[in-house]
């Protein structure tokens, strides 16, 4: 265990590149081997627009890592947030902690995206990919990630969060949303049986259907468990599913880079009002929910 913690505690940044690109190479070598849908467009384009998004983000978290650095180091010294005050264990850090960072971090922030408008403008960006795969991952605008990152500092503070467990979680989470976000034909009850506590691509996909109520359920990035809590776990048929959103359906608009830069500020779109409401639900009857 404690090479384990020394490790992750000081985590060579080619190790953490080695992470994040080693994985979107893995998942898009599968996806394209098995992959669930078969689209017709160009990919080198799509792949290219993720990538600098992709890009983005690793340069605004490299740019303030040292906040991160310096609040984890003050929790450590004042003995400050949760994991402190309970006196847990290295072992009850890494699963407990891994756990409440991933709530605090990734899916309250999610959620409350979806809620809030002037940050929904900069969270649509992540959902006019029309063509979800692993690259879709880290599609986010410079924007979100400031904002994501205020809220995983925030999640230090309150957890207590050391450094070694700060670089086991952002690992963990890159590897995740990788996986969730991937194209992979998934046998059913293999994915049944993992999303019992992870998130997996047959349950995140919904997340990226084009329109409401769906685009709002399955917000979870490492673990499942969340969006069960929360009332906001469903499963569907991902054979029906049609990603983008409705609001922002114009193939140029959804993938150029200059205008999905430009989103956050030309104004907020009400969502689309249909006639009739429809329904991607599964049949589970014989499947592990």
Not at 150 to 170: E, H, N, R, S
Not at 257 to 270: D, E, M, T, V
Request: net charge negative; glycine share 4%.
């Amino acid at each position: 265990m404690d090479q384990f913690l020394a490790y992750f505690a000081d985590m060579p940044t080619a190790h953490r590149a080695a992470v994040l690109f080693g994985g979107l190479t893995i998942f898009f070598l599968i996806e394209n081997t098995i992959p669930l849908f078969k689209n017709f467009y160009n990919k080198t384009t799509h792949t290219a627009t993720n990538i600098f998004f992709t890009l983005t983000t690793i340069a605004v978290n490299f740019l303030m890592a040292f906040i991160l650095v310096a609040a984890a180091v003050w929790v450590e010294q004042n003995n400050f947030g949760i994991l402190n005050w309970m006196g847990a264990s290295p072992l009850i850090a890494a699963t407990f902690g891994l756990m409440l960072m991933d709530f605090s971090g990734a899916w309250l922030p999610h959620f409350i995206e979806h809620r809030i408008k002037w940050m929904w403008q900069f969270h649509v960006i992540h959902h006019t990919d029309q063509h979800v795969d692993t690259t879709t991952a880290n599609r986010h605008h410079p924007g979100e990630s400031v904002i994501r990152f205020i809220f995983t500092t925030t999640a230090v503070f309150v957890v207590g969060t050391p450094m070694w467990l700060i670089f086991l979680y952002q690992t963990a989470s890159v590897v995740l949303t990788q996986f969730n976000h991937a194209n992979l034909n998934m046998p059913a009850r293999l994915d049944a049986f993992l999303r019992i506590v992870f998130c997996t691509p047959n349950m995140h996909r919904t997340h990226h259907h084009y329109r409401q109520p769906y685009s709002d359920t399955n917000f979870g990035n490492i673990f499942s468990f969340w969006d069960r809590m929360f009332g906001t776990f469903v499963i569907v048929d991902n054979s029906k599913l049609i990603y983008g959103v409705d609001t922002y359906m114009d193939k140029k608009e959804a993938s150029d880079i200059i205008n999905l830069l430009k989103i956050p500020f030309a104004g907020y779109r009400n969502p689309v009002e249909y006639d009739k409401e429809e329904s991607l639900e599964e049949d589970t009857d014989n499947i592990l929910v």
